[in-house]
């Protein structure tokens, strides 16, 4: 939610935003949902991710970064990971309805917008939509596969934010 504040909505607009900015226990059981933590456990950001069952297209079902850690990183190496997952899930493509203020991070990452759609909690707002092409394993690009390629773990990565985060 804190994302959503930093983004200029108010408190009415959250109401109405909220059935779409919670995370259900299904994802997380189902173990579709990653999180970024500090050094200290606590969290800095999630991705949450959804198989459509149509010939490998994943929904990027939630993204989240704490204001705080904004262009430090975290999203970047959140996105990387869920790239990494969907290839386990046979995923070839994930696509994404963006927040209009995130549009510039998702098209510096590769995706290509194919549109926009009214943002079902709120038809008022318009969310672009991006398609993510995830390329072969192994291959670097600006999915953040050169990270991945570069051997470090996931679970062993931790980035502190800012001595500004509340």
Do not use: Q
Not at 21 to 46: F, H, M, S, T, W
Not at 74 to 100: C, D, Q, T
Not at 105 to 128: C, D, K, M, Q
Request: glycine fraction near 12%; include cysteine; aromatic fraction near 10%.
């Amino acid at each position: 939610m804190r994302a959503t504040k930093h983004d200029g909505y108010d408190d009415d607009a959250i109401s109405r935003f909220m059935p779409g900015l919670k995370v259900n226990l299904a994802p997380i059981a189902a173990g579709l949902v990653l999180v970024a933590e500090d050094e200290r456990g606590v969290p800095l950001g999630y991705v949450a991710l959804r198989p459509t069952g149509m010939g490998g297209l994943i929904l990027l079902e939630g993204f989240f970064v704490d204001p705080a850690c904004s262009r430090g990183g975290v999203g970047r190496r959140l996105f990387a990971a869920a790239v990494e997952h969907s290839r386990k899930m046979a995923g070839n493509v994930i696509l994404v309805y963006s927040s209009p203020n995130s549009a510039g991070f998702y098209a510096r990452l590769g995706a290509i917008r194919i549109g926009t759609t009214p943002f079902v909690f709120s038809p008022e707002v318009l969310l672009p939509m991006f398609a993510f092409s995830i390329p072969p394993s192994g291959e670097n690009g600006a999915s953040g596969d050169d990270w991945l390629a570069a051997g470090i773990g996931w679970s062993k990565w931790r980035r502190a934010c800012r001595a500004s985060r509340a």
